[in-house]
């Protein structure tokens, strides 16, 4: 999940006593005035737990950090700033015995100014908070392009974020642990601005800045063996080049003109977890789809090349599912970044080797959409770049008003499943989706197949809500059911098998058909007028 080693739960985007500040580090940033402000910290146990800050003058983006030590279960119900919601970049947990956790929020516009109440709900009032403000200012409104994180122990951990060719303003990081850090490894090449919290036997805070620029920016730290849930992310200016809206792949082609202008199809599967053996269920679902006629396109949910994502790995994804990479709609899962933070052999496989755009989107972006038949399909990625995303929704589907929507991403929000927990770090795409009155969302990551109930994106029941789809079931190991399952759950499948769409201009046909050929659920429905 995202740059996770050992055992993370993501689960959501984008010290010294209060009033203990850092100083100004200006950065130099080409054609801006960036630079960190000062950063404020508190602890407490209190619901909410708050903490006031006084920005300086021309700040134009707030990073807010809260750690909690032993505790790893989210017990955060939201951050405002002077009653401001703020968006949540991420959370990373150790769920192992004396774990902790690791949150960042983040807000880049809109800001009050003067003197702020940072508040930070939470649904229960035990556990010491450590909150920890940053301020950042400049002459544009800023924005996170990049965070990932890691949790559990790891012999000298490192995280790489890519700034993709954007001024980043800097990177700042934060980590929870219950031991004493030993010292700071050295920096790579970069801009950053890291901030290390030790919680359990002192507090102990620093801050780094090094010469700014465009490159990839890595941090770490050499540690003895404590429980530690870290994260970290990269700040941009807005619109400080980002990349184009839309990967240019309308016209991938097809190998046949669709014989009924009327419909066209869609098959797939996430979790594939291609293995090279013969005899391995990522075969089996390949041979589903190689039945269907050569016009149909094909769409993975992410989890597609054996454990790490590596180019090995995708050599064997390239034995079982290749065969129709010409006419695949690939999207990019957790795995892809297990062992590579920058998922290279994911962009390698898409992309080609080394090239920066093309059909799975630019490198450390890895969103694009498509026009097929009536429908738009936007590929989304909910292990990078999240917050962007939001907007480019809003923007794409306003661009294609006629058109039934369709998103494809790994994590799903609502999920009946026992491999893993429902995520909420997807919920701004969801609402970006349900605001523009978006069809039909198809989610992986559990390895189970699930038809949920079309609701809103409080999963309340709602006729204008968007229907989820959960196809974990393109080969990896077969997952298990909750019981109950969600209210909303309507139909829930342990096998391994395909979804196949039939999409027309107003409505659509689903069948999960096994991989022994049954068909083990179908239906239709109509799109949003």
């Not at 890895?366 to 907007?391: H, M």
């Not at 969600?486 to 096994?514: C, M």
């Amino acid at each position: 999940m995202g740059a996770v080693a050992c055992s993370t739960d993501l689960t959501e985007p984008h010290g010294p006593p209060a009033g203990a500040k850092f100083g100004a580090a200006n950065l130099n940033v080409v054609a801006a005035s960036a630079a960190w402000g000062s950063s404020t910290e508190g602890t407490g146990t209190s619901n909410p737990t708050t903490v006031s800050f006084t920005p300086p003058t021309g700040t134009r983006g707030i990073v807010v950090w809260i750690t909690q030590p032993i505790v790893n279960t989210d017990i955060l119900t939201g951050v405002t700033i002077d009653g401001v919601d703020t968006k949540r970049v991420g959370s990373y947990a150790n769920t192992t015995v004396n774990g902790g956790r690791v949150y960042c929020y983040f807000l880049g516009s809109d800001l009050p100014s003067g003197t702020v109440t940072i508040a930070v709900g939470r649904s229960q009032s035990t556990t010491t908070l450590h909150v920890v403000a940053e301020a950042i200012t400049g002459d544009a409104d800023t924005e996170v392009i990049d965070f990932a994180g890691q949790a559990g122990f790891i012999g000298n951990p490192r995280l790489t974020l890519q700034s993709s060719g954007r001024t980043a303003i800097g990177l700042t990081a934060m980590y929870s642990s219950i031991d004493n850090v030993l010292s700071s490894a050295a920096e790579a090449a970069g801009q950053q601005r890291v901030q290390d919290h030790d919680f359990g036997t002192e507090t102990s805070l620093e801050s780094r800045v090094s010469s700014p620029g465009t490159s990839n920016v890595a941090m770490g730290w050499n540690m003895n063996s404590g429980q530690i849930a870290h994260m970290a992310v990269l700040v941009s200016e807005v619109g400080g080049t980002p990349p184009p809206d839309t990967v240019p792949t309308d016209t991938m082609p097809t190998d046949t003109t669709p014989p009924d202008p009327d419909v066209v199809t869609l098959i797939g599967a996430g979790d594939v977890h291609a293995k090279c053996d013969a005899g391995h269920n990522s075969a089996k679902t390949a041979a589903l789809i190689a039945d269907e006629p050569k016009s149909t396109r094909v769409f993975t949910i992410g989890d597609n090349a054996g454990i790490n994502g590596s180019a090995a790995e995708y050599q064997c994804y390239d034995g079982k599912w290749g065969q129709f990479q010409s006419r695949t709609l690939l999207a990019m899962g957790n795995h892809e970044r297990r062992i590579d933070p920058t998922a290279k052999a994911y962009y390698d496989y898409g992309n080609g080797v080394g090239v920066d755009s093309g059909a799975v989107g630019r490198r450390g972006k890895g969103y694009y959409a498509v026009t097929y038949g009536d429908w738009r399909i936007l590929v989304l990625n909910s292990e990078q770049a999240l917050t962007e995303q939001v907007d480019w929704i809003r923007r794409d589907l306003a661009a294609h008003p006629k058109l039934c929507q369709l998103a494809i991403w790994h994590k799903p929000m609502f999920n009946s499943g026992t491999s893993v927990k429902s995520v909420t770090t997807v919920r701004p795409l969801w609402q970006s989706l349900y605001d523009k009155g978006a069809d039909v969302i198809l989610n992986a990551h559990d390895h189970t197949y699930q038809r949920n109930a079309k609701v809103d994106p409080s999963g309340t029941r709602d006729d204008s809500g968007i229907r989820q789809f959960i196809v974990g079931t393109g080969g990896g190991v077969a997952g298990g059911l909750a019981s109950p399952r969600l209210a909303i759950n309507e139909k829930a499948v342990i096998a391994w098998g395909v979804l196949k769409l039939k999409l027309y201009s107003t409505r659509y046909e689903w069948q999960f058909i096994d991989i022994n050929g049954v068909v083990r659920d179908s239906g239709g429905d109509d799109c949003h007028s």
